[in-house]
């Protein structure tokens, strides 16, 4: 089992910033991708940005220009930096990682999720 624990987000005014965290923890695995991804109330979950083990990124093109994925390897985390924030933004925001424990089969996880609000 792996667990996923993320820190950040909150309330910030158009135009500001926010940093978001998520470290992975568990036993006899290994990451090959990393990111997040969001949800509005009735939406659809949607990526945000996700970075393979290899350093592939791919980003929404909403936020292309304003957010900035990262990872540390060797603490198996994940950042998102985000800037430029719109109101449209606003959304639930959760840690996405698809793991290895030793062989080719992977499994998907989740983050608990965390709040980002983006006021006008």
């Known amino acids: 089992q792996v667990q996923l624990v993320e820190s950040g987000g909150g309330l910030v005014q158009a135009g500001g910033s926010l940093s978001l965290s998520c470290a992975a923890s568990?036993?006899?695995?290994?990451?090959?991708?990393m990111g997040w991804y969001r949800q509005a109330q009735g939406e659809q979950r949607e990526l945000v940005a996700l970075?393979?083990?290899?350093?592939?990124?791919r980003y929404a093109d909403s936020v292309k220009g304003r957010f900035t994925i990262s990872r540390d390897n060797a603490k198996n985390t994940v950042y998102l930096q985000m800037n430029i924030l719109k109101p449209e933004d606003t959304n639930v925001y959760y840690c996405?990682?698809?793991?290895?424990?030793?062989?080719?089969?992977?499994?998907?996880?989740w983050g608990q999720g965390t709040q980002v609000t983006v006021s006008s």
């Open positions: 996405y990682a698809v793991v290895s424990f030793g062989s080719t089969s992977q499994f998907n996880y």
């Open positions: 568990g036993s006899r695995f290994s990451i090959n991708a």
């Open positions: 970075i393979t083990s290899g350093g592939r990124i």
